[in-house]
């Protein structure tokens, strides 16, 4: 069984259906009642908890071991009305921090896969985002690096995957129809011509969890396309 964070995030989806392939998933949540159900596979299981609430690791680790749960991927994001920077740094990395020691306490022998969802903020400045986001995604970076190295031995095998800048998403679709110079000119920038895909992230995610070789800890995976390869005058040319 797997535990995917994330809420209602197109990309978290994607990937608790594709894992919802191999096995139940519980997809972790704000609110559960007002959840579009109808985008989840049927094994997807809703669990309800804000990440905020300083007990939230504790009731993770609760439905990690009645569930009998492995495999883990940590891909909430909380945005600026979601709270002060403060609670944002909490959120997305302290109660990250806290569970995976829970975790390992709790399972010490067992094999435990986990994957933590960062943003090509971790090594480029964004123009689009706050001082805090580029703050929690570099230190989340960090944090896998920091428990590949200390424990590795303790049946840990962690690693980050950071989605480019461009995904295709549902809910961009109208935006680049009414900025469509925009658009092409993101497809012309990006080497490959194509933004990158939810589902390429999900099925990275899965074989991160189940598949890929244990040797293969504290990685750090950039998804997109090549793009931050190539000088971006593309993006800002207005011809």
Do not use: W
Not at 70 to 89: Q, V, W
Not at 139 to 161: C, E, G, Q
Request: one cysteine or more; a neutral charge; hydrophobic letters at 40%.
């Amino acid at each position: 069984m797997f535990l995917v964070t994330g809420g209602r995030s197109e990309i978290a989806i994607t990937i608790a259906n594709e894992l919802a392939k191999l096995d139940e998933v519980i997809l972790v949540t704000r609110d559960s009642k007002t959840f579009p159900k109808s985008n989840l596979e049927d094994s997807v299981k809703l669990m309800e908890l804000n990440l905020l609430d300083t007990d939230a690791s504790l009731k993770l680790l609760q439905a990690i071991k009645f569930y009998s749960i492995r495999n883990i991927c940590f891909a909430h994001r909380l945005r600026k009305s979601d709270g002060s920077e403060a609670d944002r740094f909490f959120g997305e990395v302290l109660q990250t921090n806290n569970l995976l020691n829970l975790f390992l306490k709790n399972f010490p022998d067992l094999e435990k896969r986990v994957v933590i969802l960062t943003s090509p903020a971790t090594d480029l400045v964004l123009s689009d985002q706050d001082f805090i986001y580029h703050a929690t995604k570099s230190a989340l970076k960090m944090l896998v690096r920091y428990f590949a190295v200390h424990h590795s031995s303790d049946s840990l095998i962690i690693n980050s995957v950071a989605p480019g800048s461009f995904v295709e998403k549902d809910r961009s679709k109208d935006f680049y129809k009414v900025e469509r110079n925009l658009y092409m000119r993101i497809i012309k920038t990006i080497p490959s011509g194509k933004m990158t895909q939810k589902k390429e992230i999900a099925n990275l995610v899965k074989y991160l969890l189940t598949d890929s070789p244990r040797s293969m800890s504290g990685t750090h995976v950039l998804l997109d396309s090549g793009l931050t390869l190539v000088e971006p005058s593309g993006l800002i040319s207005n011809d």
